[in-house]
């Protein structure tokens, strides 16, 4: 069901305006931000290009929505992001077609490459097929090993799978760029923490970071081979930011920068221009950066406001409320409880839903409860209760899609937490409660989502 953007238009102007400020000299990008009619995620930099003239300060400012974000730049990324957009491409469009049902899943490979362009024909955004299919003709035609797309013979899509892991994680590690988060879903110590190189790369080992010297942050002169803010600390709801002067004397030309935890799917341009010349005001950068936001918005409102109904549609799947959390066809995702407040008795299942990105059901949380920590020795690292289950609620495993955890019983007493859940597609968490009450509850990973359990 589509929907008018004119009034989200209007909402998130009313929002951006107060916090897109910016000097004469400089321009802010926003990293991250978060509905104003519900928690969420849309990961990306808003506007995702900006001109400024020499000598400039492009602002960077994390909207707080739990996930933790780089700012990340130098020759190595100008490099990764030119030659590897025909990877971006592709796995920006089918990604965006996998969450709406539209694709196999590639977590579960089942079928043939045929089968995969023919359900690849049926998709109705021709925009976002187009792109899949010119960047998958691309790749073949840089010499990456994947099957003709007309005749693909017997090729098996899980063998086409492989060969894109295989394929795309060679050239983004040969690259030389290093990456912020960990295969094991923790910080690496070379992307985690601040590094500025004038030549080569930082360590390989992810768990050395650069030497102290190395992490004072000098002005952006674009000859730089490596320019990394680290793990933006975080500094309150709307205070999280880091600066980049870029020098009176840096080239005029084009400079990527990108987030080194989600990748460069999340990622600006910013092009220099000789001091003097015209370039946009900040209102005119504001303008974009909204316009941009209601854009990405429009999916997750929309499956939003189809959840507050008590159901969704998910791979021809009737998933029905309560939800924690919810997947939208971008690279983002809804933080939120649906419904906030659940109504049950003593006794009696409540069963949450999970989809998208990894959530918690956590009851009596700390008042203080850090995310990404950061030790006087530098050393960053995502806080260890956040992942584990407490208070006899079971450790999970490894979840099949659909899977179902019973968490047990809760009696109100002390921290108990479900650990964070995710699969690719969803999960189930069931609870049960002994008293009567009512128990606020929250997911840890995401400060905004939060809810209440009223048990007669």
């Given at each position: 069901?589509?929907?008018?953007?004119?009034?989200?238009?209007?909402?998130?102007?009313?929002?951006?305006?107060?916090?897109?400020?910016?000097?004469?000299?400089?321009?802010?990008?926003?990293?991250?931000?978060?509905?104003?009619?519900?928690?969420?995620?849309?990961?990306g930099?808003?506007?995702?290009?900006?001109?400024?003239?020499?000598?400039?300060?492009?602002?960077?400012?994390?909207?707080?929505?739990?996930?933790?974000?780089?700012?990340?730049?130098?020759?190595?990324?100008?490099?990764?992001?030119?030659?590897?957009?025909?990877?971006?491409?592709?796995?920006?469009?089918?990604?965006?077609?996998?969450?709406?049902?539209?694709?196999?899943?590639?977590e579960?490979?089942?079928?043939?490459?045929?089968?995969?362009?023919?359900?690849?024909?049926?998709v109705?955004?021709?925009?976002?097929?187009?792109?899949?299919?010119?960047?998958?003709?691309?790749?073949?035609?840089?010499?990456?090993?994947?099957?003709?797309?007309?005749?693909?013979?017997?090729?098996t899509?899980?063998?086409?799978v492989?060969?894109?892991?295989?394929?795309?994680?060679?050239?983004?590690?040969?690259s030389?760029?290093?990456?912020?988060?960990?295969?094991?879903?923790?910080?690496?110590?070379?992307?985690?923490?601040?590094?500025?190189?004038?030549?080569?790369?930082?360590?390989?080992?992810?768990?050395?970071?650069?030497?102290?010297?190395?992490?004072?942050?000098?002005?952006f002169?674009?000859?730089?081979?490596?320019?990394?803010?680290?793990i933006?600390?975080?500094?309150?709801?709307?205070?999280?930011?880091?600066?980049?002067?870029?020098?009176?004397?840096?080239?005029?030309?084009?400079?990527?920068?990108?987030?080194?935890?989600?990748?460069?799917?999340?990622s600006?341009e910013?092009?220099?221009?000789?001091?003097?010349?015209?370039?946009?005001d900040?209102?005119?950068?504001?303008?974009?950066?909204?316009?941009?936001?209601?854009?990405?918005?429009e999916?997750?409102?929309?499956?939003f406001?189809?959840?507050?109904?008590?159901?969704?549609?998910?791979?021809?799947?009737?998933?029905?409320a309560?939800?924690?959390?919810?997947?939208?066809?971008?690279?983002?995702a809804?933080n939120?409880?649906?419904?906030?407040?659940?109504?049950?008795?003593?006794?009696r299942?409540v069963?949450?839903?999970?989809?998208?990105?990894p959530?918690?059901?956590?009851?009596?949380?700390?008042?203080?409860?850090?995310?990404?920590?950061?030790?006087?020795?530098?050393?960053?690292?995502?806080?260890?209760?956040?992942?584990?289950?407490?208070?006899?609620?079971?450790?999970?495993?490894?979840?099949?899609?659909?899977?179902?955890?019973?968490?047990?019983?809760?009696?109100?007493?002390?921290?108990?937490s479900?650990?964070?859940?995710?699969?690719?597609?969803y999960?189930?968490?069931?609870?049960r409660?002994?008293?009567?009450?009512?128990?606020?509850?929250?997911?840890?990973?995401?400060?905004?989502?939060?809810?209440?359990?009223?048990?007669?």
């Amino acid at each position: 069901m589509r929907r008018s953007l004119g009034p989200l238009v209007a909402a998130v102007a009313l929002v951006c305006t107060s916090c897109l400020g910016g000097g004469q000299s400089e321009r802010v990008v926003l990293v991250d931000y978060s509905h104003d009619e519900f928690a969420s995620i849309m990961v990306g930099y808003f506007p995702g290009e900006i001109t400024i003239a020499q000598g400039d300060t492009v602002v960077f400012r994390q909207t707080w929505t739990g996930e933790p974000h780089t700012v990340t730049g130098g020759t190595l990324v100008n490099k990764m992001m030119a030659k590897g957009k025909p990877w971006i491409q592709f796995f920006d469009a089918f990604e965006h077609l996998l969450v709406q049902g539209a694709l196999p899943d590639p977590e579960n490979p089942k079928g043939s490459v045929a089968d995969l362009f023919e359900a690849l024909a049926e998709v109705k955004d021709a925009e976002v097929r187009n792109q899949l299919i010119d960047a998958y003709d691309t790749l073949r035609e840089q010499g990456v090993p994947l099957p003709d797309r007309k005749k693909p013979g017997k090729a098996t899509f899980e063998s086409l799978v492989q060969t894109v892991d295989e394929e795309s994680n060679k050239f983004f590690e040969s690259s030389g760029v290093t990456m912020a988060w960990s295969d094991d879903d923790n910080v690496t110590q070379n992307g985690g923490q601040p590094c500025f190189l004038d030549k080569g790369q930082p360590p390989k080992d992810q768990d050395k970071a650069c030497k102290q010297a190395q992490q004072r942050q000098p002005a952006f002169n674009g000859k730089a081979s490596y320019y990394n803010s680290g793990i933006i600390p975080y500094e309150g709801p709307q205070g999280n930011t880091f600066r980049v002067p870029f020098t009176p004397d840096i080239e005029p030309g084009s400079y990527f920068f990108f987030c080194a935890v989600h990748g460069p799917g999340q990622s600006t341009e910013v092009k220099v221009v000789p001091k003097g010349a015209d370039i946009p005001d900040q209102a005119s950068v504001s303008k974009k950066a909204r316009e941009e936001i209601a854009e990405f918005a429009e999916p997750e409102a929309e499956t939003f406001r189809d959840a507050q109904d008590g159901k969704v549609s998910l791979d021809g799947k009737t998933l029905k409320a309560p939800f924690a959390g919810l997947q939208a066809p971008v690279f983002g995702a809804i933080n939120e409880f649906i419904p906030r407040t659940i109504r049950t008795r003593v006794g009696r299942q409540v069963t949450w839903t999970m989809m998208g990105w990894p959530h918690s059901v956590s009851f009596n949380v700390p008042k203080y409860f850090p995310i990404i920590q950061f030790a006087r020795s530098g050393k960053v690292s995502l806080n260890p209760a956040l992942d584990k289950p407490a208070g006899g609620s079971p450790k999970p495993g490894d979840l099949e899609p659909g899977a179902h955890i019973d968490g047990g019983t809760f009696d109100g007493k002390g921290f108990f937490s479900s650990g964070l859940l995710a699969s690719d597609t969803y999960v189930r968490y069931s609870l049960r409660f002994s008293k009567p009450g009512r128990y606020k509850y929250a997911c840890l990973l995401h400060p905004a989502m939060v809810g209440t359990v009223v048990v007669s």
